[in-house]
């Protein structure tokens, strides 16, 4: 069920001014969802379903009778196959690469006390309306990194090294798709002026150390040290707060002007980050000294709305984009996922913001799937897809609802007739892999070791890779599977102890591609745990 997906956040004051370092240490992120929709529903057999970041480029498929295209572990011996990788084109100068490690570190830390929101649908959604950003945000090259954060606040943040990171939350409070750009858009613009380094260039050879010393305070507020991680965060910046203090406006102003270029250039129309701004603005006025975090970290002023709405009413638009109705369908899983326990409370929201009336179907289906109402959601859902066929989280959505119901075999046939339509479209794939393990596991070796050599940085393929190889005959890569998951959920030795497994199950089987792979692989590990020590 979609909201089996959001957690309990670690109790203890997470601050996201890793943001460019430019807000003061001092405030809190407010607590997260419930124990319950942590836990979700008890002895479901898809176990690791909604767990997936999404494939950039569309995998390629064999038919199932083929050797599997991955017989000699294609995925596993490309030399740069699971390092951590470079944030920017050559010639780029807006983010370095130390600044890159230190990030992708920060995020292994991250995963490791703070839950996500494992929607495969939401995430390629998101995935793709920052791809469509990029390209119009002075950050030509950008290799990001996306983290669906399972909070029902408002939120969203940017680290350094290309992590973009929001809350579910936000899609309840934003009310169309280019509310929700300009958030994205602004996060954006931060990156690209590169505020963090910015905000330090008077100690320029102690930009790296004190950048780790800031995420290693944030890993630890997550943790639930508190004010102790945030207090270390702040010992190290100690010289530089009243720097930061001084161009935290400016710097707001220039991802504002950023943002709003962005927008327009990629279709949206500039005024919804006015809109957004003035929701915002209402919304502070009335929680008073509880704001959500996001309005602690990039503070609403009037004056800054009037100078984003002068700069948006001199920007030239060409034709703009029409409201989506992905949107509005993603905005519904999260309104599900976060009233896990009063669907009415979503429907109410959907409906008071004059939602389209399909997205309410939508809801509706979910709603009625979960009630044990499958056959009247999944023809909620086929109707809706005929009326939409090129919107592929639809039919992606009857697959994950006969799934979550226990009709594997449905799965799969709806799974590979949409593949057949929309080939690489990852939330089905994952899916479809994740029902494969039940009924043909050497096809969701196949089909996961494409994911895997597509989405290196994504633990939740190699947790399904893991137990698709050790279903399939495949045991040393199956360990080494379950090590990549380990380490990119941030536990370095417990996966290096893994590595040392999977190496002597190579040996026992005279496996020697995989010995020497897990070699090559034991040696990257112990450059990640170096880099990750300077978090401790």
Known sequence: MIERSLNQFTVGRLALVVVLGMVPA????????????????????????????????????????????????????????????SLMSTGSNAISGEETRLGRAWLRQFRAHVPEWRDPIAQHYVEGLVSRLIPYSDLAGINTAVVMVANPTLNAFAVPGGVIGVNAGLFAFAHDEAEIA?????????????????????????????????????????????????????????????????YSRRYEEEADRVGLQAMANAGYEPQAMIDMFRSMQRMMSLQGDTPPEFL??????????????????????????????????????????????????????????????????????????????????LATI????????????????????ALDNGRV????????????????????????????????????????????????????????????????GHEAWGHLARAEQTQLEGDIDRAIRQLDVAEQVARRSSDLNAEIRIREREKAFRDYRETMEKFR
């Open 182 to 246: 300009s958030v994205i858009a602004h996060e954006l613009g931060h990156l690209s002026q590169r505020h963090y380094a910015r905000s330090q260039q008077r100690a320029e050879q102690t930009q790296i150390p004190a950048m780790a010393a800031m995420l290693a305070g944030l890993v630890a507020a997550a943790a639930g040290a508190g004010d102790v991680g945030l207090a270390a965060m702040a010992g190290t910046q100690a010289a530089m707060v009243q720097d930061q203090l001084r």
């Open 26 to 85: 001092t405030q809190a992120l407010s607590q997260g969802l419930t124990q319950d929709q942590a836990q979700g529903q008890p002895g479901s057999p898809a176990q690791f379903q909604y767990q997936y970041q999404l494939d950039a480029q569309p995998p390629q498929y064999q038919d199932q009778g083929q050797t599997p295209s991955y017989q000699g572990q294609a995925w596993l011996d490309q030399s740069n196959g699971f390092e951590l990788p």
């Open 382 to 401: 086929d109707a809706l897809s005929s009326a939409y066929p090129d919107i592929a989280m639809l039919p992606a959505t009857a697959v994950q609802l």
């Open 409 to 472: 075999d449905d799965a799969i046939s709806r799974a590979d007739r949409q593949l057949r339509l929309m080939p690489g479209y990852a939330p089905t794939s994952m899916l479809l892999a994740e029902a494969l393990l039940q009924r043909d596991p050497d096809r969701a070796w196949r089909v996961l070791s494409d994911l895997a050599r597509q989405r290196p940085e994504d633990p939740s393929v190699f947790a399904l890779l893991a137990e698709a190889a050790g279903r399939s």
């Open 296 to 377: 602690l970290t990039h503070p609403i002023t009037e004056s800054r709305i009037s100078d984003a709405e002068d700069r948006a009413n001199q920007i030239a638009t060409g034709a703009l984009r029409e409201d989506s109705l992905e949107y509005h369908l993603v905005r519904a899983r999260a309104l599900k996922a976060i009233h896990h326990r009063d669907s009415g409370q979503a429907q109410s929201m959907l409906r008071q913001d004059n939602a389209p009336e399909d997205a309410h179907r939508y809801l509706q289906a979910l709603i009625d799937a979960q009630a044990g109402g499958i056959d009247s959601a």
